[in-house]
């Protein structure tokens, strides 16, 4: 590795911290509770990332992380930082630094998502590990800046890793564990850690941190299962014939193979995700006849409709989904199993979330694609709780009836 | 990376591609004062290249990769089009990501090199057509300059989009009927050479490539300048003779008729004075170590 660091375990860096081990960061490090705003988290979780550079353009509600990364490349924790002129060109700067072997990282939201796009599959087709941290918001028009996690089902299929973070606890974990998983050469991916924008951007929560002292080992482009673009090694001829354009068997089975390989990435990233994330889903009395599943801070408001259930007599359990690509098959097939009724409470108009599950479970008609509420529109428990005594009552009927 | 990195495995040099081992043999990396001639001297850092027959863009291509002060540690940036068939054969690393985020990629790939190699420069070059440049990538053209960032952007001009099959572009001439303008195009041939000044770059050229002394020198003085001082900006004619009618042996007189004194392509300098000192500089210093190399009067054939 060129540069004037000694970048080995153990090692210093200039603003004296400690490079340890990614699972004793995760794991064992002594940890202190702090009350923060989840964009306060994103500027704590990047300070002990060792990130090269980062780039920041302003949108609702990502603007205050971006800006906060750049007050970290003021105090030198990160190499570089500047402004972008807009999404599509910032992420085309993170892809040319992941190009040039630097660990990246972006923030965006919503509408910025959604003009980057062409970015993200050519991320996961160059094989660059950028971390984005997706805080979702509605995609226009009309203009709109509340929390909707549509966004999130446009990027299912780029061939990017997408974890979907509750708390800002676990969005400072998945921002450290995210660049781990995504930097292995076995996978080598971009990937998104999404949070629900203000739900977790804006609110405060008790965060349990690890020291400021310590950090992630720097990314070695050198483990990258495609060449480093800096001429440091010979670089190849890589075809006598460029594919591009090229309408023969040989172009075609190319492209094909390398999209079959960008996903067989994907799924060795299952491994590492199960052992970081501690699991690829959460269940709670997963047992239960009705069972909330979803991910986000649905989720939490699942939480509290079980509780309002629960006063009634009525036993939920809870399904939680932390890894979304990977996507947690096995796991939604065995915990749901027994279930009667499966609801799928989201924060978007199309219950992309329910069609994910419909089409990884056997026995389908147990999911009920709801409540889902857009625009920003709050989910009070309520509704989840009646939507859930609706269903049961109508189903009831049915076998009556039926 | 120095020419010694670039070595082949001894049990597999039979099956490596011949022009591979005479890459390995005679490549020009290193070499002091490469240039154009070298070109069927020594080996090229393009081998064959999937162009028309005659195509101007191609031996535009092969001047430029000659006249590269540093090409062992040169990363280029492409972008979709005509260009992006020919980077595959280029033995230096180059990008192709997307269609018009060429500086983009450009300025994040730039400030990781000088990150990572904080010691060494690391040249960075941008080449991509005039679709690429000034149409769909503009935004990103000019904000790379008004960042000054420290690159080389290279817009092979051939007046439109010739890749997808001739339609208009932004440096099209007015009233010129193409594909996408069945009425001729209804604006003037943008000013980039002007806007490129404006916006900031240190050095901008516009010539064609009927002189290869002369883009040996633009090429040289763009790529130091930028490494030094600022971005700068070249735009070459590379005429598309399959849109225009033309025949495989009629694109270098194509050229010629292009660079007349009052003709669009009239060979033109923007250089700032920061600039022009930094060259004036390094003459000097070149006439300077030249002297003293004649004074310690080494035997020839020695280097």
Known sequence: MAGNNNRSIGAVNKKGQKIVEPE???????RQEFF??????VKEAIRRASVDISVAYPITPQSEAAALVGELWTEGYVGDYFRGENEFAVMSQCAGASFGGARVFTTTSGPGTLRAFENFPMWSGARLPILINVMVRGVNSPLNIQPDTLEMAFLLDTGMLIWHAE???ELFDMLLKGFIVAEQPDVHLPIAVCIDGFFVSHTKEMVSLTGTDICLPHYDPYRSPVPCMDMEAPPMRMMRDPFVMKSNYISYATHASWQQEVRGAVERARKYSVRYLGGMIEEENSD???LIVSSGTAVAQGREAVRLLAEEGIKVGIVRIKSIRPFPTEELRQATKNARLIFVPEFNVSGWMAREIKSTIDRNHRVIAGPHVAGGMTMPPEIIAEEIKKVMHLRKKELVHG | MGKNNL???????????????????????GKENRGWKDIGSAKELIEEHSLCAGCPEAIAFRYVLASLPNPEDTVMVGS??????????VAVHNIHSLFGNQNAVASGLKRALKLRFPDREKDVVVLAGDGATVDIGLDMTLQAWFRQEKFTTICFDNELYANTGGQESGLTQKGF????APQGKQFNKVRMPEIARESGCAYVAILTVSKPNLVERVLKNAVLIARTIGPTYIQIYTPCILEIGKQSM???????DAEGPNDRFAFREFITDEAKAFLADMDEKKKAAAAAKIGTAAPAGVK
């Open chain 1, 24 to 30: 004793y960061l995760f794991f064992e490090a002594p």
């Open chain 1, 36 to 41: 923060m705003t989840g964009s306060e988290i």
């Open chain 1, 167 to 169: 708390t800002a606890q």
């Open chain 1, 288 to 290: 239960a006849d009705i």
């Open chain 2, 7 to 29: 070595k082949i495995c001894s049990d597999l040099e039979d099956i490596m591609p011949p022009e591979y081992r005479e890459l390995v043999a005679s490549a020009t990396y």
């Open chain 2, 80 to 89: 979709t089009g005509c260009t992006s068939l020919v980077f595959p054969h």
């Open chain 2, 177 to 180: 009927v193409m594909k996408m």
């Open chain 2, 250 to 256: 009629e694109g270098l007189q194509e050229m010629r």
